[in-house]
């Protein structure tokens, strides 16, 4: 592998930053982002270009929350490279739950469950302590562009407790038989699912999304429970469990799977709309060209 250096690399900075106290990490990590925010015109400019689209905000608005949104994405990455040193113990230290009842209650159905999820908050952090915190985690993940970045990323989750499936394989086979045996499993479902996806709108735009969470919903009977992290202004981060989304069963199954879908993208809007700041805005969420029909 040419570029296996990198990962050594990776291994050699995280070993660093294991070193540091969480604070100093922080103040780090927000130079870092705004580094990151101002060497990387493109991911900032098609940030601000949708966000303004979104939100309709005025060019200032868009610039001091994608501002932030960068700082915290500095943030992001040092917390991921300090997953190490994390025991249960301390993870606790940084990380709060609210509504652990809706996801424990969840499991007790004894049927697993489909975690509505997103590419919000330090989302590398939200599996590991959901893990640390007793759960069965499960995720199917997608490679990164780098065979290294995904071998260091799998390493610190499956280190963390979270078992791994990759996206697009065969494994989503035993991703469901992981469901069967009662395990939360994490769907992210706000990135563009090219022509395969279920055109639902989002932030006032028909978006390509994966269909994948509603459809082991439907065909296992898994209830979908919202879970998003938030960072807590003075430091750290706060779990948001909310009850699982509505679940009405026909005989229509497109409908249902449509139904699912679209619920669940209003859901992780209303949340982007309440903390814009912590969402990934400079991602193609609406590469994939809506034709006009439902697909």
Partial sequence: MTNYWQYHLLKLLSSLVCLLPYSLLLKLGGLLG???YNIAPRQRNRALDQIKE????????????????????GQTFLEVMYLPVL???RMSRYVEMEGRQYLEEALAKGKGVAVLAAHIGNWEWLGAALAMSGFPVASIVKKQPNDQHT???????QNAGIEIFTRG???????????????????????????????VEFLGK????PRGMAVFARRLGVPVV???MIRR???GHRIIVSPPLESVRTDDEAADIYRITSQATQFIEDVIKTHPDEWLWFQKRWNTEWAGEQA
């Fill in 54 to 73: 979104s939100l309709n905000i005025s060019q200032a608005e868009a610039e001091e929350i994608i501002r932030s949104l960068f700082i915290k994405l």
């Fill in 169 to 199: 394989t065969t494994e989503l086979v035993a991703a469901a038989k992981a469901l069967k045996k009662g395990k939360v499993l994490g769907f992210f479902t706000d990135q563009d699912a090219g022509a395969g996806g279920v055109f």
């Fill in 226 to 228: 919202p879970v998003f």
């Fill in 34 to 36: 705004r580094l990151y």
């Fill in 206 to 209: 028909m978006a390509s999304t």
């Fill in 233 to 235: 202004p003075s430091g």
């Fill in 151 to 157: 071998k260091i990323l799998n390493e610190y989750r």
């Fill in 87 to 89: 025991t249960p113990e």
